[in-house]
């Protein structure tokens, strides 16, 4: 019945999954590997769940943990649990959709408390990526209906300034198309330009300041007859980026990212 129902859906101009995720909790394990070229490899851990309720979709962080030569968790103290919306059983609960446009602008104190550790922040910034990829109308995902159909979306920007360091990213638009469609599964892939890509590193005394470019994308799988998100993967990340005044025999600093999603 599904298949009939959702190839009826499709020939009648529809969406071919579910795009307002169907309430739920569902439990997922997040992990990202940041690899410096040349250097060491950096990472988080992150098991959270997704619980959509009342049109919202919230991301429950149950543990997390940073990979900096071992695996060490992430413990923030008493008062920043509680700001984070934490409690015996999980470090943060966070709105992701929809967003406050303050919380969007700027992803600070009304999207997480400041007080929140990287392991906890960070993790957040790309499952908030790959959340609203299906339901946001921007990139356009509910339009697609037919396997190898692509669809451009127009520019966007994302900039924070917290945990010591200030990003703003800049892309020009991008592209979005239906990868595969079963019974069970539509699997989109989000590809964002080349984006721009500015970074001061405040901890160091004086700042560092650099400037690049990032080039990503991210495969999502989304269960047709829930609209809830099955797993996702980074298809390619690589940051590229040179330090602001630093004479050209320096070399860039090249980055690899890996992430993935996967239910737990």
């Known amino acids: 019945m599904l298949l009939i129902a959702t190839l009826l859906a499709a020939a009648a101009g529809g969406p071919v999954y579910r795009t307002t ?35 919202a979709i919230y991301a429950i962080v149950r543990k997390s943990a940073v990979l900096d030569g071992t695996w060490k968790p992430v413990e923030p103290d008493a008062p920043c649990r509680a700001a984070m919306h934490g409690d015996a059983t999980r470090l943060a609960r966070v709105k992701l959709s929809p967003l406050a446009p303050e919380a969007a602008k700027t992803l600070g104190d009304s999207f997480l408390a400041m007080c929140a550790p ?71 892939d989000w590809k964002p330009a080349l984006a721009d890509l500015d970074l001061v590193e405040g901890a160091n005394k004086p700042p560092v300041t650099l400037k690049g470019t990032e080039h990503f994308a991210f495969r999502v799988e989304i269960d047709r007859k829930t609209g809830a998100i099955r797993r996702a993967v ?7 980026m040179k330090v602001v005044g630093a004479p050209d025999s320096v070399p860039h600093v090249r980055i690899r990212r890996a992430v993935t999603i996967e239910p737990r």
């Open 21 to 55: 995720p169907a309430p739920g909790l569902r439990r997922y394990v997040y992990q990202v590997t940041e690899t410096v070229v040349g250097g060491p490899v950096h990472g988080y851990r992150t098991e959270f769940d997704l619980e959509t309720s009342g049109g």
């Open 118 to 188: 990287p392991g906890v922040f960070f993790p957040l910034t790309d499952i908030l990526n790959v959340a609203i990829i299906p339901i946001s109308q921007r990139f356009r995902a509910a339009e697609l209906r037919r396997v190898g159909q692509s669809l451009s979306y127009p520019g966007f920007e994302a900039a924070f300034d917290r945990s010591g360091v200030a990003i703003r990213e800049t892309s020009s638009g991008g592209e979005i198309s239906l990868a595969s469609l079963d019974a069970q599964r539509a699997v989109l």
């Open 234 to 240: 980074t298809t390619y990340d690589e940051l590229d």
